[in-house]
T-cell receptor
Framework: GAGVSQSPSNKVTEKGKDVELRCDPI?????LYWYRQRLGQGLEFLIY????????KSGLPSDRFSAERTGESVSTLTIQRTQQEDSAVYLC????????????FGSGTRLTVV | QKEVEQDPGPLSVPEGAIVSLNCTYS??????FMWYRQYSRKGPELLMY????GNKEDGRFTAQVDKSSKYISLFIRDSQPSDSATYLC?????????????FGRGTSLIVHP
């Protein structure tokens, strides 16, 4: 596609439920990043995928968070047993390998845990 | 202390004003500096990027980096209401073979007619 596509755009879930967020990167972009943006806060790095290398999971806040990516295509971010503090916009970005600029972001998934 | 500090604002200016947005940082390994613009309910989009110290100009926008002071700035000349958005600074340096950017919290800019 022309841009980074994220779905759903909005998600309301009950506390304790699991949620899955999807990111479809730009074709040819082997690097993929997930960030979390809480209200009034900056982007908080969660996880980074580069091709078939082991992902950098150093930003995942707890073991309730996990992400997968098959090859160089779609990625899913899963949050288990959601908590109210998980409410945020989850942003995905993709880029060419080892890019230092030029990350293209999707519009995000706005997650609300009630 | 966060690695990247940015005043959240809001910064409200009249149309036509010169706007100055700033970030400070603590990690001397940062070499690449970016400014992103984020409109409400949209993802950030890359506005400008620079490498190391110096100035870079693109139309009404000028990015400035002072590595000795660990301070970066974005200037917007002849500001327009369409410039109203949140501006996020971001920076990166090589860490473990990758350049994962670290973002500031963003400054909300309001340009009123």
């Amino acid at each position: 596609g022309a841009g980074v596509s994220q779905s759903p755009s909005n998600k309301v879930t009950e506390k304790g439920k699991d949620v899955e967020l999807r990111c479809d990167p730009i074709s040819g972009h082997t690097a993929l990043y997930w960030y979390r943006q809480r209200l009034g806060q900056g982007l908080e790095f969660l996880i980074y995928f580069q091709g078939n290398s082991a992902p950098d999971k150093s930003g995942l806040p707890s073991d309730r968070f996990s992400a997968e990516r098959t090859g160089e295509s779609v990625s899913t971010l899963t949050i288990q047993r959601t908590q109210q503090e998980d409410s945020a916009v989850y942003l995905c970005a993709s880029s060419f390998p080892r890019a230092v600029y030029g990350y293209t972001f999707g519009s995000g998934t706005r997650l609300t845990v009630v | 202390q966060k690695e990247v500090e940015q005043d959240p604002g809001p910064l409200s200016v009249p149309e036509g004003a010169i706007v100055s947005l700033n970030c400070t940082y603590s990690n001397s390994a940062f070499q690449y500096f970016m400014w992103y613009r984020q409109y409400s309910r949209k993802g950030p989009e890359l506005l400008m990027y620079t490498y190391s110290s110096g100035n870079k100009e693109d139309g009404r926008f000028t990015a400035q980096v002072d590595k000795s002071s660990k301070y970066i700035s974005l200037f917007i000349r002849d500001s327009q209401p369409s410039d109203s958005a949140t501006y996020l600074c971001a920076m990166s340096g090589k860490s473990g073979g990758s350049y994962i950017p670290t973002f500031g919290r963003g400054t909300s800019l309001i340009v009123h007619p």
